[in-house]
Nanobody
């Protein structure tokens, strides 16, 4: 059974940093990309970042480029989302999901995990 679990959220002040983790189990590690999504109150779920199975390719939504970095640790079956220079606009529930090719669209992901809340105060 494939399971994905996002964790590491919390309450931060603007300008701070946070690292989210996505623990994956039951997944052929090299064959699946991991996408990070977020959903702010009253808004739709948007793709934030994606990392290839090898970890060599990464993709970012424009608003997080230069602030967020996605990495993966094969030895721990975990993907990380390092978030720096956080602002109130980053407040959302963050999710991770897996499929074979990076996509911006949440419904296209075969495996989807529960979210973790990130709240950034001004």
């Amino acid at each position: 059974e494939v399971q994905l679990q996002a964790s590491g959220g919390g309450l931060m002040q603007a300008g701070g940093s946070l690292r989210l983790s996505c623990a994956a189990s039951g997944l052929p590690w090299d064959d699946y990309v991991i996408g990070w999504f977020r959903q702010a109150p009253g808004k739709g779920r948007e793709g934030v970042a994606c990392i290839s199975g090898s970890g060599e390719s990464t993709y970012y939504e424009d608003s997080v480029k230069g602030r967020f970095a996605v990495t993966r640790d094969k030895s721990r079956d975990t993907v990380y989302l390092q978030m720096n220079s956080l602002g109130p606009e980053d407040t959302a529930v963050y999710y991770c999901a897996a499929r074979q090719i990076c996509s911006r669209w949440w419904p296209t992901y075969n495996y989807r995990g529960q979210g973790t809340q990130v709240t950034v105060s001004s």
